[in-house]
């Protein structure tokens, strides 16, 4: 039996990931148990997601996934590449995954390792830095770097988000691990329509927030159940966090060098609302992904140094009986400490119990995202989801 593993954020999860799975048990057969790493709370966007991991990881699970594993929100909420970083690397520390599934807009996997070779080269190290230049956004200097190198079909592929999020995979990949990619399938990455059975998650989202609940009911995996989180609950407050900072607390925080930190602070002395202050802030230098998560760490007080180099440890968030089974093989196997029931973070080492203690705090401000706000203490009391 093989096992596949998938980088995810589930959000909500909908008939594009239930297709995912099946086309990856196609390819593997039927009996492939599925393994995915999942965002937690806080999401790539730089804001909340639709509802909390337990539920997520319920979803998954009645989708098709057998063990759902977190990735920590010091990954979840990074660029691509550290996004990509995190979750192989926790793929690879299970010791049980034989082959990473994921999927891209292009129907081949080999020039998708082309570009992760490309950017993993030296030489692409060298054409970034002849790239590189004031007023130049990196995603623009990184894609001039690579059509320098492998020619504009092959760069144009990073145009798309799910091409891109691949090659960052492939780029951490490591050589005891297989990879194959399922073509994407209906609408597009933030598109605000229904093709082929098949709607993206932020439109979800949008009709979830907005209460629009009849129109999405095809898409799930069972009915909606309870409020949407949404970050605007907390937009005042996290306006007010960035007045209160000081510009050396705001060049603390992740990714918020070249000036962005002060054109962040600054912008917030004019915005009274969060989109303002990301569109006073976006420049052609500065991506609107950038800025919101340059936002979203000034909220949960994430710095630079509270980022290890490495996931610590492995954290379960749901799982059915196979999943269950695969956990038992990991006692054997994984390269990380594991633990199911939040009480074990106990045992962890310090710099691990140090990470589990933000997630804690990253949960309890997260509790503040729904329209009746949930209690603190969460990470502590709430224990994975098991699928019978």
Not at 15 to 27: E, L, M, V
Request: one cysteine or more; glycine letters at 6%; a positive charge.
């Amino acid at each position: 039996m093989k096992t596949a593993g998938i980088v995810a954020e589930y959000n909500p999860f909908h008939t594009g990931h239930a297709y995912q799975i099946s086309r990856t048990r196609a390819a593997l057969g039927e009996d492939t148990a599925i393994v995915a790493v999942m965002s937690g709370n806080w999401v790539q966007r730089g804001e909340c997601a639709i509802t909390d991991k337990w539920t997520r990881a319920r979803m998954a699970l009645a989708g098709g996934v057998d063990l759902i594993l977190e990735l920590p929100t010091v990954w979840a909420s990074a660029s691509a590449e550290g996004f990509a970083r995190g979750a192989v690397s926790i793929l690879a520390a299970t010791g049980v995954v034989d082959i990473l599934s994921f999927g891209s807009e292009c129907e081949e996997i080999s020039p998708l390792r082309a570009l992760a070779q490309c950017l993993n080269s030296p030489d692409f190290s060298a054409a970034l830095r002849q790239e590189l230049g004031p007023k130049k956004s990196f995603a623009l200097c990184r894609r001039q770097a690579v059509e320098r190198l492998l020619g504009p079909e092959k760069a144009a592929l990073l145009d798309t988000p799910n091409n891109n999020l691949g090659v960052e995979y492939l780029r951490f990949l490591p050589p005891s691990m297989e990879a194959m990619t399922v073509p994407r399938q209906g609408a597009g990455h933030d598109s605000g329509e229904e093709r082929d059975n098949f709607v993206s998650a932020s439109l979800l989202r949008r009709r979830l927030r907005a209460g629009e609940l009849t129109g999405i009911f095809p898409f799930l995996p069972f009915p909606w159940k309870g409020e949407p989180a949404d970050l605007r609950y907390l937009e005042r407050a996290l306006i007010a966090r960035l007045r209160s900072m000081t510009l050396e607390e705001a060049e603390a925080l992740p990714d918020s060098g070249d000036g962005l930190a002060a054109r962040l602070l600054h912008a917030a002395r004019q915005a009274s609302d969060l989109e303002k202050l990301y569109a006073l802030t976006k420049t052609r230098a500065y991506a609107h992904a950038r800025v919101r998560r340059l936002a979203l760490y000034a909220l949960l007080g994430l710095r630079k140094s509270d980022i290890p180099p490495a996931p610590p440890y492995i954290r379960a968030l749901g799982f059915n009986r196979r999943g269950q089974a695969l956990l038992r093989e990991m006692n054997d196997r994984a390269a990380l400490p594991f633990f199911v029931k939040p009480a074990h973070a106990r045992r962890l080492s310090p710099q691990a119990r140090a990470l589990f203690a933000l997630e804690e705090r990253f949960t309890d401000l997260f509790s503040l995202c729904f329209p009746t706000p949930r209690p603190c203490g969460l990470e502590l009391t709430t224990n994975p989801f098991i699928l019978e």
